[in-house]
């Protein structure tokens, strides 16, 4: 059985409470809003940054605490759900629009470098959070 990420539908970002999903490397929806949102933060919060370290596109941040969390609001207020993926604070990000699926996406390295863009995960279906 294959499984697909299907984004239709209207928003809800009440918690899931599945036991069992199934996760695959598909194809993404949302990076481009990952990516936006990034690129968002990158531009409303330069303190979080030094842009002395790291590379052009992707800078040594700071703050990676807040800049997680201002990466999932900016997802949040662009009218997607987002949350700071719990397994791996704060490096990875899980966004989704309902309970059908998520994508994961981790948009720190090891060493606090944005990632940007953002490397992608993988997709759950249906959403585990």
Same mark, same amino acid.
């Given at each position: 059985?294959?499984?697909?990420?299907?984004?239709?539908?209207?928003?809800?970002?009440?918690?899931?409470?599945?036991?069992?999903?199934?996760?695959?490397?598909?194809?993404? @929806?949302?990076?481009?809003?990952?990516?936006?949102?990034?690129?968002?933060?990158?531009?409303?919060?330069?303190?979080?940054?030094?842009?002395?370290?790291?590379?052009?596109?992707?800078?040594?941040?700071?703050?990676?605490?807040?800049?997680?969390?201002?990466?999932?609001?900016?997802?949040?207020?662009?009218?997607?759900?987002?949350?700071?993926?719990?397994?791996?604070?704060? @490096?990875?990000?899980?966004?989704?629009? @309902?309970?059908?699926?998520?994508?994961?996406?981790?948009?720190?390295?090891?060493?606090?470098?944005?990632?940007?863009?953002?490397?992608?995960?993988?997709?759950?279906?249906?959403?585990?959070?």
């Amino acid at each position: 059985m294959q499984i697909v990420c299907d984004t239709s539908g209207a928003q809800d970002c009440s918690a899931s409470t599945v036991v069992d999903y199934q996760c695959a490397d598909l194809p993404t @929806n949302f990076a481009g809003a990952v990516n936006t949102a990034i690129e968002a933060v990158m531009a409303q919060h330069p303190e979080y940054f030094d842009t002395t370290q790291g590379f052009p596109c992707c800078p040594l941040v700071l703050q990676p605490t807040d800049f997680a969390n201002a990466v999932v609001d900016a997802l949040n207020a662009s009218g997607l759900c987002a949350a700071v993926d719990p397994n791996d604070p704060p @490096n990875e990000i899980v966004v989704k629009l @309902n309970g059908a699926c998520d994508e994961g996406y981790s948009i720190l390295t090891s060493g606090n470098i944005a990632r940007h863009p953002p490397h992608y995960g993988g997709s759950c279906v249906p959403a585990w959070y």
